[in-house]
């Protein structure tokens, strides 16, 4: 008889273990659905919130105000008149100096000194 009873407890023990297992795995699940059908339902008043709000119109301080006046019409900038090349300044003096002296010591050629002498005179 104490084999039976050693064999019983071993069937007691395992089908109390698997009860609370059965137990625990059953309340997670409905658990879980309750929480999913929660879920469905915030979803769908949400939803329903959003298709009651009413759809603004643009503000109006955002549109450009209407003219008040008729703006005058100004007439387009004028290039600046080309000065008089009548004169030579203090400065075109100078370069043409300098030109001679480059020209003197062999550093220009002719052809370089009278196209650089032509800028300085032409502008």
Do not use: C, W
């Given at each position: 008889?104490i084999r039976r009873?050693v ?13 609370v ?13 309750e ?14 919130m ?13 549109q450009?105000?209407p003219p008040?006046?008729q ?13 008089p ?7 075109d003096i100078?370069?043409l100096k ?5 020209h ?20």
């Amino acid at each position: 008889m104490i084999r039976r009873r050693v064999v019983g407890r071993a069937v007691v023990r395992t089908a109390a273990v698997g009860g609370v297992a059965y137990a625990a795995g059953h309340h997670m699940a409905t658990k879980s659905a309750e929480q999913q059908y929660t879920d469905a339902q915030q979803n769908a008043q949400i939803e329903e919130m959003q298709q009651q709000q009413p759809v603004y119109q643009q503000p109006v301080y955002q549109q450009p105000p209407p003219p008040m006046y008729q703006q005058q019409a100004y007439p387009p900038p004028q290039d600046p008149a080309p000065a008089p090349s009548g004169g030579i300044t203090p400065d075109d003096i100078a370069q043409l100096k300098q030109l001679g002296q480059l020209h003197e010591s062999g550093i220009l050629t002719d052809a370089e000194f009278e196209a650089a002498k032509q800028k300085i005179l032409g502008k």
